[in-house]
């Protein structure tokens, strides 16, 4: 039959269904059988002929039919996944069921009373009539998964057939061992079998359709609590599902593996069509949402060696993802992963040498949360990840991704997602001694030439995102200075172009309209002299870019040393304010000449689709403060967590007291609009950690000032060479110990974290649209 009669045909098939009042019996094979047997219909075709509005139309006045059509269609996948899917009419079957779920579960999923139909038993469905009755009555949503899960493993379907002989009778699907049939090599398998188009697009198909599953949190609205559990993610990544352990593999070693150059041929993906892409972001996405994991549950720690997995006990995470993420250990796996995602993550990079000479891939964001949860759930990657250079094949691509979104308000999530994995690697002292590579790796960017180290890189990228990128970014400057501050120890030279953007924050951020005119604006200032200080107290001898820029810009310190106190003082700046709103001085800096063949950050076209975020907790909920002592251990400076944990303690070491205290001393006016006082500045100005840099000015300025009379000197050169040459040993205050902000898993990161990840993936899958037009309820679609 040609495909336009197999589209007429399950046409038909629909209108009768939309229109029939009476309901169906689930007997009636002749009529259900139009919907999968005799048709070939691809998933564009049944999203075109199935419109939403007859979904709906069925759901609320045949809701008996509706309720056949699923059972009957996991009925036909339950038969699939139990036959092996021989014949070419049983695999058509199958993928036309598979396509027809995908449509209807979000209309399913939309309206609260439908939500328990796929959990509620079916009599007699499921399980094989020899088996006793009780068991008989598994909710569809068990029969569906399994059935999936079985299907994703089956030979001459989605794996390749181990037999050589058509002779030889099938491979039993029961007795079948999945560990054998893993998709890809790497992770615990090391056979990489031939790849094969249509099993890359069958497998895609039923990917599609658990994605689809697991989406029910879409139609939830954010729980005030992380704990609200997916019961199909729950069910999935349990002990239930035998192929558990396949799958995950196949999963990460579809995604890691996937080289979108091919074969290492410029343009090579202009001669051949790459089927793997879809396969792969469908993998990447099925995988983050499956390790959906509430931080409260400790992850294991596996310390023995031996298979991929520790068995080391605890037995950790129930969610069975988690636990095998949690317990990959071996070096090779490390490499593998850590290669798979830095190549993956640098491909946009790669763009910009030869243009189009490799395919573009777009799903980062996935390759980000999934990167995100490998170093959050195993310790061990994270620190293998920081034992060498590699690491920064890591941060490039994020910090290009930083650049590159900063003025773009659809992308608001990225440049989270990208500033919490640095924040969650500057915990780490390694990260900080990497960061001292020379950075010669020239991928065009939008920011100033300059000479010197990753480090350099970092604070000319994080200058430009708060000088230059849009409003709703301000969240981010707290987490954006404490990455700085947390690397700044180990910093063993500033260039001289990343010296002068920190002296131009500290310009910007320590001006009085900018700290009087909101509550938490001094932290900035706290930080950015946090960072001077560890750099001056520990790493003074590379440092004299830094110190020269400290000594020409000295009335900042004078100036924040003499912040006017007074209410009238207070009121004036804040005049000042109200005729130039501007968030930040963006003219005081020399830009300097942007990199060649670099674009500008642009902003999202008019009418770009974005999907809104919860609010990201506050730096002091994000972080653990520890202090770093003579051995090079942490020791935690955190409070026994008695205390009401809806107190927040204040992100930098200066107010001691509460917030309610910073409260009490500003007054807010009648209308709620916050005002600063007298005692509220005099609270954390008697704070502010001067001493070292007072003393250093001290000492340096009049030195500095008779070389220039001496020599007649307005060259910088001279005076360099002479800080070069300085000390200050025994001139400075006794060094400060060494604070680190760690990053720490809290509800609200992981809360902040689902919306952002289901945001993406529901903007990523336009063809289909799979829950375009449909009533979510975890964030809104909003139009740029």
């Known amino acids: 039959m040609g495909s336009a ?48 509005a007859e979904i709906r139309a069925v759901r609320e006045e045949s809701p008996s039919n509706l309720a056949t059509l699923c059972y009957k269609a996991v009925e036909k996948l339950v038969q699939g996944a139990e036959s092996g899917c ?33 959990w509620s038993t079916v009599p007699g469905a499921g399980r094989g009539a020899g088996e006793d009755d009780d068991e008989n009555a598994r909710p569809l949503a068990e029969s569906l998964l399994l059935a999936v899960a079985d299907l994703l493993f089956c030979p001459d379907f989605t794996v390749q057939s181990h037999r050589r002989s058509t002779v030889d009778s099938a491979e039993d699907i029961h007795s079948l061992d999945s560990c054998e049939y893993i998709w890809e090599a790497g992770v615990g398998f090391a056979h990489s079998p031939q790849p094969n188009y249509n099993h890359d697009m069958n497998r895609m198909e039923l990917l599609k359709l658990l994605l689809t599953c697991f989406s029910e949190a879409m139609y939830l609205p954010p729980a005030p609590d992380s704990s609200s559990v997916n019961p199909w993610v729950q069910f999935f990544c349990s002990t239930e599902n035998r192929h558990a352990l396949p799958l995950f593999t196949s999963l990460l070693n579809t995604v890691c593996a996937y080289d979108p150059v091919g074969y290492g041929i410029p343009y090579n993906h202009l001669l051949f069509s790459d089927h793997r892409e879809p396969l792969v972001e469908e993998a990447a996405q099925v995988l983050i949402v499956s390790l959906d994991h509430d931080c409260a549950t400790p992850t294991v720690d596996g310390t ?20 095998y993420l949690s317990r990959i250990h071996r070096e090779e796996d490390f490499q593998f992963i850590l290669k ?60 290009y991704f930083l650049n590159d979104a900063r003025a773009d308000q659809s992308r608001v999530g990225l440049m989270h997602i990208g500033v919490f994995i ?33 480090a350099d890189l970092l604070i000319v990228v994080f200058h430009k995102i708060i000088t230059s990128g849009h409003q709703r970014l301000q969240p981010l400057f707290d987490c954006l200075l404490t990455i700085v501050v947390n690397v700044s120890p180990y910093l063993k030279s500033l260039s001289m172009v990343a010296a002068n953007k920190l002296l131009h924050l500290l310009e910007a951020f320590s001006t009085t309209w900018f700290l009087f005119s909101a509550a938490q604006n001094h932290h900035l200032v706290f930080f950015l002299l946090e960072v001077f200080n560890n750099i001056i107290q520990y790493q003074f001898d590379g440092n004299s870019n830094l110190v020269y820029a400290i000594i020409r810009k000295r009335g900042v ?31 005081s800096s020399q830009e300097g000449v942007s990199m060649e063949g670099s674009h500008p950050a642009a902003p999202a076209e008019p009418g770009t689709l974005k999907a809104s975020l919860v609010a990201t ?3 002091e909920k994000l972080t653990e403060k520890s202090q770093v002592s003579e051995d090079g251990t942490l020791r935690s400076l955190e409070p026994a967590p008695q205390q009401n944990s809806a107190e927040c303690s204040p992100a930098s070491e200066e107010p001691s007291q509460a917030w309610r205290e910073q409260r009490r001393l500003s007054s807010a006016s009648a209308s709620g609009q916050w005002s600063p006082t007298s005692e509220w500045v005099l609270s954390w100005k008697s704070k502010l950690p001067l001493q070292t840099i007072m003393r250093l000015l001290q000492v340096l300025v009049p030195q500095v000032e008779k070389i220039c009379i001496d020599k007649g000197l307005t060259d910088e050169s001279e005076i360099l060479r002479f800080l070069q040459h300085g000390t200050l040993v025994g001139l400075l205050p006794v060094p400060h110990p060494i604070l680190i902000r760690k990053y720490q898993a809290s509800s609200g990161a992981a809360r902040w974290l689902r919306t952002y990840l289901w945001g993406a993936i529901y903007l990523r899958n336009v063809d289909p649209p799979v829950w375009y037009d449909t009533d979510v309820k975890l964030f809104e679609i909003q139009r740029v």
């Open 304 to 323: 023995t060696t031996g298979t991929a997995m520790d068995d080391a006990d605890p037995p950790g995470p129930e969610n069975l993802f988690v636990n």
């Open 422 to 454: 640095l924040l969650l690697l500057s915990g780490e002292r390694n990260f900080g001694v990497r960061l001292n590579k020379p950075y010669s790796v020239r991928v065009p960017m939008d920011i100033p030439v300059f000479t010197g180290t990753h």
């Open 340 to 399: 798979g995602i830095a190549r993956l993550l640098s491909n946009p990079l790669l763009q910009t040498y030869l243009p189009n000479s490799t395919k573009k891939i777009q799903f980062h964001q996935e390759l980000l949360v999934l990167f995100w949860k490998l170093c959050d759930f195993n310790k061990k990657f994270l620190f293998f990840v920081l034992k060498s250079s590699d690491v920064l094949d890591i941060l490039v691509p994020i910090l």
């Open 86 to 118: 021989h014949s070419e009419k049983e695999k058509q079957i199958v993928l036309n069921c598979s396509r027809l779920l995908t449509r209807v579960l979000p209309y399913i999923f939309e309206d609260p009373d439908w939500r328990g139909f796929f």
């Open 617 to 619: 907790p506050g730096i």
């Open 5 to 52: 009669d197999s589209k007429l045909n399950f046409r038909k098939a629909v209108i009768q269904l939309t229109t029939k009042t009476q309901p169906v019996e689930a007997t009636d094979d002749a009529f259900w059988d139009q919907f999968w047997a005799d048709t070939a219909t691809s998933v564009q075709d049944v999203f075109a002929l199935v419109p939403a």
């Open 557 to 587: 310190f004078h100036q924040l040393a003499n912040l006017p106190t007074d209410p009238p003082a207070i009121h004036k700046a804040l005049q000042r304010r109200r005729r130039a709103p501007e968030a930040l001085s963006r003219t």
